[in-house]
C-alpha cells in the first residue's frame, strides 16, 4: 500500500477568504444565543496567541501529542468562528505531523503563525461591524 493512502491527502491550497461569516451565524442559532456565539467569538481572539505559542513551541521540541492536542483544538475553534484560511493552515501543519515530518510541520506552523494575525483583524473587525449598539435605556 503507498504511503499517501495511509497518511491521507496531500495538504490542500490554503482558502482564499478569511473568515466565513455564516459561521458565526450558523452557531448562534445552534446556541439560541447570538450574544453567546459573540463571547465564544471573542474567547477565541483573547486564547488564540497562547495556542499558537503553544503549538509552535511543540513543534519545536518535536512533540507530536501535544502539538496535536492544540492544532486539533486550534483546527475546531476557528471552523466554529469561522476563520476558514486559519483553518485551513492548521489542517496542513496536522497533516505534515500525522505524515511524520517534523521540519516541514515547523515550517508550517510558523506560516501559519504568520498569518493568524490577519485572521484575528478579520474576526474582530466582523464582530465590530456586527455588534448592536446599546439601546438608549441601557445603563453604558
Given amino acids: 500500500m503507498a504511503a499517501d493512502v495511509v497518511v491521507g491527502r496531500p495538504c490542500p491550497a490554503l482558502a482564499t477568504q478569511e473568515l466565513d461569516p455564516a459561521a458565526l451565524t450558523r452557531l448562534a442559532a445552534e446556541l439560541e444565543s447570538t450574544d453567546l456565539a459573540r463571547s465564544i467569538a471573542r474567547t477565541y481572539l483573547r486564547m488564540l496567541d497562547g495556542r499558537l505559542s503553544r503549538a509552535s513551541d511543540a513543534l519545536a521540541r518535536h512533540d507530536e501529542n501535544a502539538a496535536m492536542d492544540v492544532l486539533l483544538s486550534l483546527r475546531v475553534s476557528s471552523a466554529t468562528v469561522g476563520l476558514v484560511r486559519l483553518e485551513a493552515a492548521v489542517l496542513c501543519v496536522i497533516d ?45
Avoid at 505524515?99 to 498569518?115: F, I, T
Fill in 96 to 140: 505534515a505531523v500525522r505524515r511524520g515530518d517534523p521540519g516541514v510541520a515547523c515550517e508550517l506552523g510558523a506560516s501559519m503563525a504568520r498569518n493568524a494575525p490577519a485572521a484575528g483583524t478579520a474576526l474582530r473587525a466582523h464582530l465590530d461591524s456586527t455588534s448592536t449598539p446599546a439601546s438608549a435605556d441601557e445603563p453604558s
